[in-house]
């Protein structure tokens, strides 16, 4: 055994706090210690590394020093894994047991969640699941801190993630309320569609994805509305007014007001669009979290509204 | 007839796009005109006025008078009434024509919209009906300066606008899954739900008025799982993860998955929320606009979904 740190986790903790909070006094308000003890526990930890991790400039909060960014950049993998320790001692051998927090796009939630609430969640009842619904920007820096353990999201949202796994991929389909005469049809064509109202989901990464769809067929729809939800869409659709391009598919065939509406596939096929789950890129992650990935794996997403 | 004004209806807009835009190089664009242009309109209109409306200042942009912002403030109105002549001069005696914009809070738009989209657009189908969804620090502002000609919104967010009209007042229920015990009963007291678990609808003003139901009666309820959509709660209920508390009740017994969820009654009864429309309060609006806000009064909101 080599020798023992001459750190504590519990200054390391506090390190980390100070590099996000950006001020002694709002980490120590997050930690609910007081400013002192944790300005102690700075010069403490400077100490044992024998170098200073940290700068306090009056009214400019504190900054990290170039050995201190470093520091921090390991310190959130190690305490990640000393919670593991004893999480993994809570448990019963082989027994998932820890808090597991989900990410997931808004849009996604209504789909995604209920099969990893439900029926991972009923299977590891002793993890502890819990969900944050973020968009791209508020994700940046959640999976490496920690606080998020895997999110769901579109493919074209955190396109540079170094880690991923592509869960199903789905085209977008025409929705049109079941009185239209397309609803009927086998397939529709966009050509059909081009002099008709659209109804557009008009929330990244839909309507750019949707405007995309047309204009690489030298098209541009005529845009009657633009709905930020996905179910004003529905319910704009089922009372005739335009029809929508979605690319999540939902069992109910109703929406909100009870009126039918009707998936029709676009011919010629159009490019899919992925849904993914991401996970840390700088800490391995627990086995929990492992087996929440491989269980998403298994689930035919796909047949989900088909 | 009195004196003929010196000024032109294009100087007055150009005035309130540069009080808008803060610059002249913004205004410009916006206008599509080049910024040489509009200097020299906002020159002629101080001359007509006889009084410098606007100053400018070497890279701190353009700033109104004191007598510029008393312009400003009445050339909005003045500006809508004058599109209004033409626009009714496009419309028979009688028939309503020209654009109105409705805005929503995003949560009640698949509840507002269709009727308004449906029923009112097609019984005038030569009144160019937009929709924008916004939250609330989106709409101010945009009433008085015409961009939104009226608001459906929750009677909380807009609390001190002076033109409003409450069209209906809903109280919170609770939502449960068809095979929950619950599902049986008349109705739910508060105190029957605080030891089960809460899917929180976490977005303002949901989670704050939830938490204060249970606050007023001395109750802190236990929260499962936070998520920021109306259907995500749906979704979650109808999978039996927990217990809502809604406000907006809608006719699909069914979540996208196609679980059935069912509403229950809250005994003693408890405040009704009120949703209401909202319009401009420093200009007449045009006859379309009352005629909507009329229509809007004759639906029969508190039936949808009971």
Redesign the interface.
Known sequence: MGPVPEYTLRQLAYLVAVAEAGTVAGAAASLHISPSALSDALAEIDRAFGTPLTVRRRARGVSLTSAGHRVVERARGLLIDARELVDDLRGAPGELVGPLTIGCY??L???V??PL??DF?GAHPRVD???R?ATHDQLEGRLESGEVDVAFVYDTLVPGHPRRETLYALPAHVLVSAADPLAAADTVRLEELVDRDLILLDAPPSSAHTLALFATRGLTPHIR????????V???V????GYGILVQR???P?????YPVVTKEISPTVEPVGIDVIWSATHEPPERVTALIAFARTIDWGA?GR
Chains 1, 2 share one sequence.
């Open positions: 808004p849009t939630a209504p789909v969640l209920p609430l439900h969640g699941l819990q969900v619904e509305h633009r709905v930020t939800s996905y179910e004003a529905r319910t704009l089922g009372r005739g007014l939902v069992a109910n109703a929406s909100y007001e009870g989900v």
